[in-house]
């Protein structure tokens, strides 16, 4: 991947490595319950709650299974469970705000 920002060279390299390298380390769920259950854990950055499903955003240090597993130990209905990865606009965004 080769990304230009006002004519010069931002970003170069190989997708997956970028996606890794940028990543917003989120996670996507849908369970029986109330997002408020989410918000209070202590891996939780933040939690976008919309109709059938919240995006979770994970804190520094915390992976996906680390949320999956908490959900699990409080018996909850898990219907949908998915780690997410950076999308390129997420990305480029990213990469021309920073510098």
Same mark, same amino acid.
């Given at each position: 991947?080769?990304?230009?920002?006002?004519?010069?060279?931002?970003?170069?390299?190989?997708?997956?490595?970028?996606?890794?390298? *940028? /990543?917003?380390? +989120?996670?996507?769920?849908?369970?029986? &319950?109330?997002?408020?259950?989410?918000?209070?854990?202590?891996?939780? @950055?933040?939690?976008?709650? *919309? /109709?059938?499903? +919240?995006?979770?955003?994970?804190?520094? &240090?915390?992976?996906?299974?680390?949320?999956?597993?908490?959900?699990? @130990?409080?018996?909850?209905?898990?219907?949908?469970?998915?780690?997410?990865?950076?999308?390129?606009?997420?990305?480029?965004?990213?990469?021309?705000?920073?510098?």
């Amino acid at each position: 991947m080769f990304l230009i920002n006002k004519g010069k060279q931002v970003l170069y390299g190989d997708l997956s490595d970028i996606r890794r390298q *940028y /990543s917003i380390n +989120s996670v996507i769920v849908s369970f029986e &319950g109330k997002s408020s259950l989410i918000e209070n854990m202590p891996q939780v @950055e933040s939690v976008n709650s *919309y /109709s059938n499903h +919240s995006e979770v955003t994970l804190k520094k &240090g915390y992976q996906a299974k680390d949320l999956f597993k908490e959900l699990a @130990e409080l018996e909850l209905d898990i219907n949908y469970f998915k780690a997410t990865d950076a999308s390129l606009n997420d990305i480029f965004i990213k990469v021309v705000e920073n510098g």
